[in-house]
Nanobody
Framework: VQLQAYGGGLVQAGGFLRLSCAAS????????MAWFRQAPGQVREFVSA????????YYTDSVKGRFTISRDYAKNTVDLQMNSLKPEDTAVYYC?????????????????????WGQGTQVTVSS
């Protein structure tokens, strides 16, 4: 599968953006899908994930209540709605797909569990 992330941009604090990850080759429902982000000078970190079968959703604590992950089967995308954005949300956002199923919850947050990655989209939040 090939992944392409888009939707990033420059927004003021308190604003919103919607990121999308378009998949080609297979349905987004065939994988556990996730968003990660990498801020300048920082390691890449987990943001959110959605399981392939149950649709269970997970978020890192810093985005709970502000970000929402969802799947759109018609568009074959995984989207990340980001509200109440903060300057600390500034990062390059990557989408990823994991082939191996039955990952334990903690494994969903690990980069090494994901086989396919999008190219990243820049999100900049100004104060």
């Amino acid at each position: 599968v090939q992944l392409q992330a888009y939707g990033g941009g420059l927004v003021q604090a308190g604003g919103f953006l919607r990121l999308s990850c378009a998949a080609s080759g297979r349905s987004v429902g065939s994988y556990d899908m996730a968003w990660f982000r990498q801020a300048p000078g920082q390691v890449r970190e987990f943001v959110s994930a959605i399981r392939r079968s149950s649709g269970s959703i997970y978020y890192t604590d810093s985005v709970k209540g502000r970000f929402t992950i969802s799947r759109d089967y018609a568009k074959n995308t995984v989207d990340l709605q980001m509200n109440s954005l903060k300057p600390e949300d500034t990062a390059v956002y990557y989408c990823a797909a994991a082939v191996r199923g039955r990952l334990i919850t903690s494994a969903l947050a690990l980069e090494r569990e994901y086989d396919y990655w999008g190219q990243g989209t820049q999100v900049t939040v100004s104060s």
